[in-house]
């Protein structure tokens, strides 16, 4: 097995995950062996690395690296890529855990496919108390100009990691989404009809401490930066796209003015996407909501008007 490409998992953590124990072991019982786990702690309790010296002592495929401040994910995650020897690189949440077979099937599908850059898979999900509840299929990649459906299952080339520079500091809390943007614009994405990872929801992930209103104005953030460069998509799908971050700039109260110019330019080459919507909605994206109501009403003042007779 040690001829097959090196994996390198890197498990950032932060103030002691009580799942981190599972996380581990879920990694060091892949059917896939050639693979080294870079534990990466993010902050300055011991019990991390306490935990990592029990298993270090029981598979020398563990290696830790410590941090006495705060780096946040991005920081963290880079840290560890950069001491990563593996010809493909992913990582995991100490709060959840990879299904046994995980990383053999994604290194297969880039075995089989050269051409694939990045392959990504579907996740079971589970709350705090370990209940499934509607798990999150492996998406085609044109779903990403609306959300970020490569997940947290995922396997890489070595290269992506090079090209793009890492996890972005600025967009912590979706430094992920942004990650995977970037790559659709030089790579190709393959999704994994399987399960193969198990996610799990619970108050204290960093998700839930941000809050929803916080995650959504980064999502859009990272779109406005990213869509009008993804020139790969569909047109109808572009259309979709700035249509929707349009209506998420609205209930962001923060109007996205990259969604107007981008859906001008599209509605000016192809008319017809024009009708694809309400015509008075897209029109308030276009013009502002206030040139657009004065629009509407104003053509409803001239159709109030009596028509002129001619003079007999």
Known sequence: MNSAPLISVILPTHNHSPYISQAIESCLA???????????????????????????????????????????????????????????????????????????????????????????????????????????????????????????????RRRVHEKLGGYSPRWFGAEDYDFWLRASLSFRLRPLEKFLYVYRTHKNSLSCQMGKQSLSLLKQKVLEETLPKMKWLPVETRSEACFRLAKMGRKNRCPSRTARRELLRITIRRPGEFLRHPPWLTLNFLLGRRRAAFLRLFSKRLRGFPRSRPSR
């Open 30 to 156: 892949q059917s896939y062996a050639n693979l080294e786990l870079i534990i990466v702690d993010d902050s300055a309790s011991r019990y991390s690395e306490t935990r990592a010296c029990e298993y270090q002592k029981r598979d020398k495929r563990i290696r830790f690296l410590r941090h006495t401040t705060d780096q946040k994910l991005p920081g963290a995650l880079n840290a560890g890529f950069e001491i990563a020897a593996g010809d493909y690189f992913t990582w995991t949440s100490d709060d959840n855990y990879y299904l046994p077979g995980a990383l053999e099937n994604m290194a297969a599908v880039l075995s089989a496919h050269p051409e694939t850059a990045v392959v990504y898979a579907g996740c079971k999900i589970i709350d705090e108390g370990g209940r499934e509840i509607p798990p999150a299929p492996a998406l085609p990649p044109e779903k990403l100009a609306f959300l970020n459906c490569v997940g947290a299952c995922f396997l890489y």
